[in-house]
Each structure stands twice: as C-alpha cells, then as structure tokens.
C-alpha cells in the first residue's frame, strides 16, 4: 500500500476551482427550494414549517467557504423568495424580511467562523514553511560539516606525523646527504616533500637565495605544477626583506592570534600584499638571518589558511633553513643554532624547549655511566660536553619541542634507568642535573649563561 504524503501546509490541500465553487454554491441553495416545490407546492420554501430549513444552505456554504459564498447563497434565496411571492406561490401573503435578515446574519457568523478558521491555518502555514527552511538549512549546513569533517579526518589519519617526528625525519635525511646541503637538489627535494605531507602544501616552487640575498629565477625543486613568477613579485620581496612567511590572507579576516602565539602573516603595515598566483611565501631563514631560500605556496588547502598551519609552516621554514646553513658543521655549532632555534621559536610561536645541564663526577661514577649517559639523548636533541671549574664533566643538553613537565619525565627516566642498571640513584653516581626553560624571554646566550653558572662552568 502505498500511503500518501502528509499535508503539512494550506498549499499541500486540494483547491476547488472558483467556478466549481459557485456552481456549488447554486446548487446546494436551490436545494431546499426544489425538495420544497416536489412535497409540498403550497409552501416551497418551509416558511410555515416549526424550523427555517432555509437556513441550511448559507451555514453550511459559511462553514465550508467562507462569508463571501454564504452572502451569494442569502441574495440567490431572497431573489427565489422574491419571485415566488410575485407569482403567487411563496405560500404566505408578505416577503419574510426578518428570515432573509436571519440567513443573512447566519452566514455571517458562519462565514466569519471559516475566514477566522483560514487565517489562522494561513498563519501556521506560514510557521510550518519557515521552520521547513530553518530545517533545510540546518540539514545542508550539517551534511556539509559532516562531510569536511570527513575530509579532514581521512587526512589526520593519512598524516601520523607529529612536529617532533617530522623534524626528526628530515635532520636524519639531511645528514644521510654527502654533498654540500645549499647546493644539493636531493635535500631540496626532501624539504618540499616534508611541506606536501605534513605542511599540506598542494602546489609550490623551490627557488634559491645567493649569498648577496638575490633570487636566482630557477626553480630548485617543485610541487605540482607551480607557475613561474616574477622576481619583483610583491610578496616576495615583502617575505625577502622581513624575513618571515607573507601570506595572501586580508588582515581584517585573519582571526586575531592569542596572545601566547606571536604568530605575524599575511600583511603590511599599510594596505595587504596582493598576487594574481601566490597564497604564502615562506622563506628559509636561518638562525643568523641568512635567507637560503625562498618558498612560494600557489595551493593549500582552505582549512590550511589559518593561523596556527601558518605558523606550523613558518617554523619548518626556519627548520630548514638551520639545516641548509648547517650542512656539516661540528657539534658546538649545531648546539648553538638549536639553543638560538628553540629561543626564538618560543617567543615568536609559542614552542617549549628546555636547556638541561647533566654534570657528573668522574670520582664517584661508574666508568660507563656518563656514555651511556650521552646514548639516552633523543633525535631532536643538541649536545655540547664541557668541563665545570671542578675537572668534572658536564653535558648541555637541548631539548626542542620539551616543556618544563616532559624534561621532568626526561630526568625521571634517567633516575629510574641509573637504579636499575646500576642499584642506586642519580645522587649517589655523583651526577648532578641543572635546567633552564627557554621561554623566549630574553636572550638564549643569557640563558646558556645562567645554566653554566648553575653548573660551575666560567665562561670564556
């Protein structure tokens, strides 16, 4: 069985056509008068009768139509009425004034009752179809949001890699490469790559920077299929010269940056950049201001236009170009970019990194102790060995990407390790552990200098 849908507005109800209307309304008033005229010919219109059955026809046309259609069947009535009273057979000897006023007044208050039914039913019409729209658009908006919710899910779970793990990953490739870092394409290629996966970069260009700061025009590696730009493009002389990312994004629809995230994107001091082909600039900028590189965005996705992937893309920027300044540098140099990284990273986007000092003495420690001390640093992590003013050993440490509560873990781990593998605590092995939170607060060589102190280190 097939069930009908249910009629939920005054426009779902079938309509009569007008004429049909009126052809009713003829002929339900000459009704009575015919029955009238068939039993009883001396009285057609029931005048004599104890009830005024003329009165059917104007209530229940009121009811059904409204007053319009009871007044038509009332002047139909009186005209019939009328006649037969000229012609002799009306049934009594004067026009029945007050029971045409009384059909009169009955199709009134019926008409009235049905035009009041129509408007309040035209006014819940009204109700019902405004709040089908709110559902309509309320459907809409949720089937879009379950479906960019499903996209950005699908993507979560295709890119597993954190932060940490990706700079990781891309410091180990970059130290599998033999030749020179600034003029090797395979690093290069690696970089873009890292900017695909997990900067969600769908189309970009790869230029490099001589030592003089000029843009060579030829594209190093790619992604996608990136078109050429020009060098006197407006953003990338506004990235090249503050030395930070520049994206497309107006300022009046960036949303405004919390206050621990001092993340800047996106504008000048005057009127927003504008290019025809770019959404983000995103130069390789290292520790000491030299610019390696400069990245130019043509494609990201929408939801990447925010300011917190910004500045996710900003910080592999700075990444990388640490590591193409780096190339093969020695240990000292590569903690002292790290600890110049991490500072600047804190203040500028709000990283956590900890500076940790680890001195052991060698009178008291067992013989493997400190180089199996030197085995427990993780990937991301910086060392330099020094010596404190008692002979003793002591190794600075640091920790990218670490809060204050995770090196607390880091030294926790080392304390359980030391009972475990050689019966006694940290203390008692002679070794002694200083830290300092490089919270973007100050210089980072005030930092090293407070650490170094706390470790009886002079400093040269």
Known sequence: MILKPLQTTLEDLAIQRPWLVWVEVVVITLVLPVVGWWRQPQDPFFLQAHFPWLVLAPLLLGLRYGFIQALGSVAVMSVLMSLALHWGYLGVASFPGSLTLG????????GEFCDMWHRRLHRLSEINSYQHTLVQKFTRSYHLLALSHGQLERRMLANTRSLRETMTYLRQRAQAVDTDASDDHELHHLMMEVLSSFGSVQVAALYRVDEYGILIPNIVARLGNPEPIRIGDPMVVQAMQEKRLICIRPHETVLAAPSSAKVEVGTTAGAPLHSK????????????????????????PFEA???????????????????????????????HACL???????RCFNLPAMLIGIAVDQNLSPPSLFSEILDQHRGLDQQWLMHNAQGHRVLLTVLPLTDAEASRGFVQ???????????????????RVRQVALDGEGAAQDKLRTLQKACDIHAA
Not at 288 to 294: A, E, P
Not at 340 to 346: E, F, I, P, T, V
Not at 418 to 424: F, V
């Open 413 to 431: 781990r080392l304390e359980v390790w030391c009972q475990t593998t050689y019966g006694k605590p940290l203390a008692d092995c002679g070794v």
């Open 277 to 300: 082909m770019l959404l983000a600039v995103l130069p390789l900028t290292d520790v000491w201001s030299r610019t390696w590189g400069v990245v130019t965005i043509q494609a990201l």
């Open 103 to 110: 059909l009169l007044l009955v199709g009134m208050l019926a």
């Open 305 to 335: 236009l925010n300011r917190d992937h910004l500045a996710l893309l900003a910080v592999l920027g700075g990444q990388m170009g640490d590591l193409l300044a780096l190339g093969a540098a020695g240990s000292m140099v590569q903690f």
């Open 340 to 346: 110049l990284r991490s500072q600047h990273d804190a």
